[in-house]
């Protein structure tokens, strides 16, 4: 979804942030452009650093099943709901989780950095490590996973991003599972998490 800057809907009034958000929500975050099929493709190398300051790329997670989702600290909506479900999800998981790494990947790293992405971060579940790098690691990322992000300029020399918000879902060996929707039904969310890890 277009993620608007908090400072639109700080300055605006109750009928004005509805009518943002109904705005948002009928724009929708841009999808994967292209039939399933493609995605197929998606996933291969990248390397990052986590909000932790741990090296963390396709090299690591190998063994690993993994979920992974790009966005950015500053979105005011989508980000937030996404990881909010994916704690929920991960929750509902119990145990099996531990075996799942959850990644939530910067489309802006300008602005998130480490720090930003630690302090970001304690408001969602712990297991979810956040990742940057810099612009072109984390452009190596985005095309290993077909995702776009464009940074839209707003008042003030502020700007927000605009990105596909699909989350992939990837096995021990880094090939791609299948995808969810954050607005998809918590079960299935759950259904489908539960299959990648009973692969092993
Ligand atoms: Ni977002």
């Known amino acids: 979804m277009p993620c608007r800057s908090g400072r ?6 109750p009928s004005r942030r509805a009518a ?18 493609a995605l197929v493709d998606v996933g291969g190398a990248f390397n990052l650093i986590s909000h932790e300051g741990r090296r963390v790329g ?7 099943p993994y979920a992974i989702f790009f966005g950015f600290t500053h979105c005011p909506d989508v980000c937030p709901t996404a990881l909010f479900e994916l704690g929920l999800v991960l929750k509902d998981l119990g145990d099996a989780a531990d075996a799942l790494a959850p990644l939530f990947v910067t489309v802006d790293p300008a602005r998130d950095t480490q720090e930003q992405l630690a302090l970001y ?34 008042a003030a020399g502020d700007y927000t991003m605009e990105h596909t918000a699909l989350m992939f879902l990837m096995d021990r060996r880094g090939r791609f ?13 759950v259904a489908a998490l539960r299959r990648l890890l009973a692969l092993g």
Do not use: N, W
């Open 177 to 189: 599972f299948d995808k969810l929707d954050y607005r998809d039904e918590h079960a299935k969310q």
């Open 121 to 154: 971060l304690s408001s969602f579940d712990p297991r979810i490590i956040g990742l940057t790098g810099t612009e072109d690691e984390i452009l190596v990322a985005m095309r290993a996973f077909k995702v776009v992000a464009r940074k839209v300029p707003l």
């Open 20 to 37: 943002l958000a109904g705005l948002a929500a009928a724009l929708a975050c841009s999808d994967v452009a292209g039939a399933d099929s």
């Open 58 to 64: 396709s090299r690591e997670l190998l063994g690993r």
């Open 8 to 13: 639109d809907s700080v300055s605006a009034g």
